[in-house]
């Protein structure tokens, strides 16, 4: 079965300060990656994803995330943050094949709170 | 274009009413999927559609929870004799057919059992 681990659930930083938040996934199989984010008060949000070629993946916003196969990890990073990323992250995965299982399994998300 | 809209946007019922939460999905769209969101459960998957295909209805908490989706496209989430533990924020999303493809996900519905 797939699962998804965020170890961080509650992140506090100042603005302008450098973000990497922890995503490591099980899985026996080839995987998507996503990284969606979810406003106070609005709807989850595509940030970036992976699907094949460069690990390195650039979303919107400045962020990007690295996709390490030999951890199974999917980390996201910013090297500054605003006050307007407060918000709640989730890390999600699928299955890579139409065969595999195509819904979404979704870590606990993080929390991360910009203070200006 | 418009994106996946859900209807009601909140909907609070007593403990043992039926309620019916609807999905708009992208048109064009061939996948939908329900997800719910929960404070203790975070986000889980419900139930999928794909075309014509059988649902995958393996993330169904319990024979209380049904979906369906007519003519390929609106679909419908019944939760049958609601119980308080069901209180959550009822997400859709949907998709093109491709394995590489997004999911683009509703506003939710956000449901209270009191």
Redesign the interface.
């Known amino acids: 079965a797939q699962s998804v681990s965020q170890h961080n659930h509650h992140v506090i930083l100042s603005e302008a300060a450098s973000l990497e938040l922890g995503c490591n996934y099980s899985y026996g199989g080839t995987v998507n990656l996503f990284w969606y984010v979810q406003y106070p008060g609005q709807h989850l949000q595509l940030l970036l994803k992976y699907f094949s070629g460069d690990p390195l993946v650039k979303g919107i916003k400045g962020f990007e995330a690295e996709f390490i196969k030999s951890k199974f990890s999917f980390n996201l990073r910013k090297p500054s943050v605003q006050w307007s990323d407060t918000a709640e992250y989730f890390c999600a995965v699928n299955a890579a094949v139409s065969t595999g299982r195509r819904a979404l399994t979704f870590g606990s998300g993080t929390r991360l709170q910009v203070q200006p | 274009g418009a994106g996946v809209s859900q209807s009601p946007s909140n909907k609070v019922t007593e403990k043992g009413k039926d309620v019916e939460l609807r999905c708009d999905p992208i048109s064009g769209h061939t ?1 939908l ?1 329900w ?1 719910r969101q929960s404070l203790g459960q ?4 419900l139930i ?1 559609f ?1 075309g014509n295909s059988a649902p ?1 209805k393996s ?1 169904l908490p319990s024979d209380r929870f049904s979906a369906e989706r007519t003519g390929g496209s609106v679909s419908t989430l019944t939760i049958q004799r609601t119980q308080q533990e069901d209180s959550a924020v009822y ?1 859709c ?1 949907s998709s093109p057919a491709g ?2 493809d ?7 519905t956000r449901l209270t059992v009191l």
């Open positions: 996948a999927y997800y975070g986000l889980e998957f999928y794909q995958d993330g997400l999303a394995v590489t997004t999911q683009y996900f509703g506003p939710g």
